[in-house]
């Protein structure tokens, strides 16, 4: 079995019951069979995340986001193996659904439903915000890593966030939207998510045209990953630090999926990250 089949297991293993359904639009929480709530930040199906909190006090929130080159076939049941370990270490995870590519997603409605779904931590009860970190993996940490640079984002309807980002973490993300556009990276995956070519939407939608962020950004990445090419986490990091940024890469031997496995010891090493942050 491959390492792709390995993970779909593990996430098909933690798949949550299923919950009831709220539709007036609003952050509602919903308890379900396993402890895990159920917030619904809108009223399309894909506007969901399940919150996860720690047995004891909590360290602060970790906000999950998935990959799959923003492709509506790939869903939150990637991080929900990420989001149990992450309680069980005392965070507080909170494993993102949005609507992707297929689904009504892309430019700007991806975009929308990120900032949407974390502004929603503020309706949910008993939660401290005060430190919230971004982690996603491949396209989610492309969006993890654009939620962080909110508040840069002049003239854009994202830029005054209910809920900061105090940090990010990516983990083999797509970082620069147009050096992937130019590596065909997923075949065409950004020009699909996009809805086109290199135009100055970019400007919003590239988490390389808001350098330097005003908060800490950590890169994960494997050496051997064939999907996001390790160039992306270098050159990003390296032009962050160059403009004054704290941003730093830690290589890990392994594939594009090495990063998610919660039994890996990339996993160990991003865990590790997250407390000093």
């Given at each position: 079995m491959d390492r792709r089949s390995m993970l779909t297991l593990v996430a098909l293993g933690a798949v949550a019951a299923c919950t009831r359904a709220r539709d007036d639009g609003r952050a509602a929480p919903?308890?379900?069979?396993?402890?895990?709530?159920?917030?619904?930040?809108g009223d399309h199906p894909a506007q969901r995340a399940e919150l996860s909190r720690p047995p004891g006090s909590s360290k602060g929130v970790v906000v999950v986001i998935h990959g799959g080159f923003w492709l509506d076939r790939y869903d939150l049941s990637l991080g929900r193996p990420l989001a149990a370990s992450l309680a069980e270490q005392g965070w507080t995870a909170f494993n993102i659904e949005y609507r992707r590519v297929g689904d009504g997603g892309g430019w700007p409605q991806t975009f929308d439903d990120v900032a949407a779904a974390i502004d929603a931590l503020a309706e949910v009860e008993g939660l401290d915000t005060t430190k919230v970190v971004t982690l996603g993996h491949s396209a989610?940490?492309?969006?993890a890593v654009w939620a962080a640079g909110r508040p840069q984002l002049t003239?854009?309807?994202?830029?005054?966030p209910a809920v900061p980002v105090t940090a990010a973490i990516s983990q083999a993300g797509v970082l620069d939207l147009t050096a992937a556009t130019a590596d065909d990276l997923g075949g065409g995956a950004v020009q699909r998510f996009m809805g086109g070519i290199v135009?100055?939407?970019?400007?919003?939608?590239d988490p390389t045209a808001v350098i330097p962020l005003a908060v800490p950004v950590r890169c994960v990445h494997g050496r051997s990953d064939d999907n996001v090419p390790l160039s992306q986490s270098v050159d990003y990091v390296d032009r962050a630090r160059a403009a004054g940024a704290d941003a730093?890469?830690?290589e890990v031997d392994?594939?594009?999926?090495?990063?998610?496995d919660p039994t890996s010891e990339a996993w160990a090493l991003t865990l590790e990250i997250l407390e000093t942050l």
């Open positions: 919903d308890e379900q069979e396993d402890g895990v709530e159920t917030i619904r930040y989610g940490g492309h969006l003239g854009s309807p994202w830029t005054a135009d100055d939407r970019y400007a919003q939608a730093e890469l830690t392994g594939d594009h999926f090495v990063v998610i």
